[in-house]
């Protein structure tokens, strides 16, 4: 499958745009500014315990304190903690584990208070992104991720990816794996590591043994709250996780970003440098692409699909709840194989809209209802199928008897929310504007005095494209009669983002000349 990214940065966030062949499957925003990921690392401090919920509030220096619940403990718990308060205060001289003594395992059905203490110190790793009013959430059980491998410390297991089916290459991975991981280090071979040589996943994992050294360099002396590893940024991370032979090509407007992301593909993937490029055009680069026009038509409450079948999304605190409808188009023969058509489109439309929006928790899904029992049985297996390529957890249970589909999707962040629907700049919501006839008269007046008050200025306009097509058709056009008129050169561009009655001026350094 053709996978094609597309970066837009802003001063102060980058958005990142995945296609599918052509079509958007994930929408991924990162505030420049933003200061707790997941996976990042902390050396944080017990605020709170509270048995009654079996939990913990931890403070990272969030302003929320974390919430670090028995089940994120791990069952290493004891020899994170020997190890933490050791690298703090000296005792522990190596960050390499061969002569570190693993701790007795916690239990599962253990209580908080009796193997934490108020005001420890101890390693933790964000879990989840702060959600709502909630802070983040922590976990103890520590992993450094790489492209093709995943360290966990204290944790003596080697595990491989269940996406590798072959036999022969899961007992490859795990013997050479074993031959090249120090002792007491725990290592997950990722899906991408399939095929890979011993000096490449060699060299990945000497590169996630440096972090964890870093890490424990920095423990030294150390006071908590601090932050000790942060997680790649979005783009990387993007790259990381997903880059594969199928990634045909990689857009980005920014210069900047567009070296750093070479510089980390050379680190990576040397090959697929040739992949990435930097977009120079004049429009916006999701405009260019089309992106802006998928992202209006793929968010809001209703999402359509090409047959005319359309889903009605709804959220709520607790679910999330799809409704799928047939539209007016519904073939009049043979009904059964025509609704299993609609619900298997919607099905494929429903697993890009989960992956799009980043929807988790709970999701109940009410196809339209089916009386053959192998047309449900296509359905649910369809579903699962269609949601492979979804890298959250997920859980997809069969269709009820009232003909109700189940997920549980793992919720890592905030759902992306986009309001599709859009205020009249014009009326400002009031349903009313002033009569387009006088259009080219307020136009005309504003110019007259911007002339006034800036006689030597720079001008140009944006507007709507009918009425830019207005402004510079016919001879004499309306922009050669300014000409005459003002001794000046009024360059015209259009927006389809712009209302019929919608424009701005602009001086020559870009800047929108405003009237108040």
């Known amino acids: 499958m053709e996978k094609e990214l597309v970066i837009n940065s802003t001063p102060t966030e980058v958005e990142i745009a995945l296609l599918e062949r052509g079509k958007l499957a994930e929408l991924h925003y990162q505030k420049t500014n933003e200061k707790f990921s997941v996976g990042d690392i902390f050396l944080g401090r017990i605020k709170k315990l509270m048995p009654g919920l079996n939990a913990a509030f931890v403070d990272i220096g969030h302003k929320k304190d974390a919430f670090l619940h028995y089940t994120d403990l791990g069952p290493k718990l004891r020899s994170l903690a020997k190890y933490s308060n050791g690298a703090v205060n000296g005792s522990i001289n190596s960050h390499l584990l061969d002569n ?5 395992e916690i239990i599962k059905t253990g209580k908080v208070d009796q193997v934490l203490d108020k005001k420890q110190q101890i390693l933790l790793q964000i879990l989840k992104e702060p959600i709502s009013t909630k802070g983040p959430r922590l976990t ?6 790489g492209r093709f491998m995943v360290l966990t410390p204290f944790n003596d297991v080697i595990a ?3 996406k590798i089916a072959n036999p022969d290459e899961r007992k490859r991975l795990q013997v050479l794996i074993e031959s090249i991981k120090p002792k007491n280090f ?3 071979a990722r899906t991408a590591a399939e095929g890979r040589k011993v000096a490449e996943l060699h060299e990945e994992l000497s590169g996630l043994i440096g972090k964890w050294e870093s890490i424990y360099k920095q423990l030294n002396n150390a006071k908590a709250p601090v932050k000790l590893l942060s997680e790649l940024d979005k783009t990387s991370s993007i790259l990381r996780d997903l ?5 045909s090509k990689i857009t980005v407007d920014d210069k900047q970003l567009y070296g750093s992301i070479k510089d980390y593909l050379r680190s990576i993937a040397p090959n697929q440098t ?3 490029n930097h977009y120079k055009g004049g429009k916006p680069i999701f ?3 089309g992106i802006n026009r998928q992202i209006k038509s793929s968010f809001g409450k209703t999402a359509t699909m090409s047959s005319g079948a359309y889903l009605v999304i709804e959220s709520t605190e607790a679910m999330h709840v799809i409704d799928v409808n047939s539209g007016h188009k519904m073939p009049s023969t043979d009904q059964a194989e025509a609704i299993l058509n609609v619900n298997l489109e919607s099905a494929a439309e429903i697993a890009r809209q989960l992956r799009l929006r980043d929807i988790g928790g709970l999701i109940i899904i009410d196809f339209i209802d089916m009386r053959v029992n192998e047309h449900r049985k296509q359905l649910q297996k369809a579903m699962k199928e269609f949601m492979k390529k979804d890298r959250a957890q997920h859980t997809i249970l069969p269709l009820s008897k009232f003909g109700l589909m189940q997920i549980t999707r793992q919720r890592v962040r905030p759902a992306v929310k986009i309001n599709t629907s859009e205020k009249c700049p014009t009326c400002n919501g009031s349903g009313k504007i002033n009569a387009s006839i006088l259009l080219m008269e307020d136009i005309e007046r504003d110019l007259d005095f911007i002339y006034q008050s ?6 140009s306009l944006k507007t709507h494209p009918y009425v830019a097509a207005f402004l510079k058709k016919g001879f004499p056009s309306i922009q050669m009669r300014w000409l005459r008129k003002y001794y000046k050169w009024i360059s015209i561009s259009e927006s389809p983002n712009y209302h019929l009655n919608n424009y701005k001026f602009y001086d020559g350094n870009q800047d929108e000349i405003r009237f108040n």
């Open 454 to 459: 800036r006689p030597n200025s720079k001008i």
């Open 186 to 188: 725990g290592v997950i």
């Open 160 to 162: 491989v990816s269940k």
């Open 100 to 104: 570190f003594k693993l701790e007795p």
């Open 243 to 247: 880059l594969t032979d199928q990634f």
């Open 274 to 276: 040739k992949i990435v």
């Open 140 to 145: 103890c059980e520590i992993t450094i991720p």
């Open 287 to 289: 405009e260019a692409t």
